[in-house]
């Protein structure tokens, strides 16, 4: 959710400036890396991992990178593609670029389910209603 959301706000923004989309590829990356890793994980998790945000930053960088990384190759695939194909669903003001971006929200968490699982499973990461993350 954490990096999802990220990645939305930073092209509703990145998309308004114009940018190339090579910038805007990399700037929604950045962006939803660190609102997933910084808040979603580190903040709001930090109470599971023991306490302390360093920690939790710590504990979490890894399990976020990885699904960060699953999440956008699904979520950029899909906006390349539709947004190529459809100029309009580069500007943030048009419902173009809504759908677009809600549909690849959903095949980014499609695509990122399965790490996210095995690492959940594993212990590498908390999943949601989890018991407190091993050390």
Same mark, same amino acid.
Not at 55 to 60: H, I, Q, T, W, Y
Not at 67 to 72: E, G, L, P, W
Not at 97 to 119: D, E, K, R, T
């Given at each position: ?41 580190? $903040?709001? +998790?930090?109470? %599971? *991992? @023991? #306490?302390?945000? /360093? ?10 990178? $990885?699904? +960060?990384?699953? %999440? *956008? @190759? #699904?979520?950029? /695939? ?58």
């Amino acid at each position: 959710a954490g990096d999802a959301t990220g990645i939305i706000v930073a092209a509703a923004i990145t998309t308004s400036l114009r940018l190339p989309m090579w910038l805007d590829s990399i700037s929604e990356y950045a962006f939803g890396f660190a609102f997933g890793l910084l808040v979603f994980q580190a $903040l709001f +998790m930090k109470s %599971m *991992m @023991g #306490g302390s945000y /360093a920690k939790a930053l710590r504990m979490s960088f890894i399990p976020e990178w $990885l699904s +960060m990384n699953t %999440m *956008m @190759g #699904g979520m950029l /695939a899909v906006m390349v593609i539709l947004m190529s194909w459809d100029m309009r669903a580069m500007d943030a003001r048009g419902i173009e670029f809504w759908v677009v971006m809600s549909f690849a929200a959903i095949v980014g968490g499609v695509v990122a389910y399965p790490i996210n699982y095995w690492m959940v499973d594993k212990g590498i990461k908390h999943g949601m209603m989890t018991r407190k993350q091993r050390a």
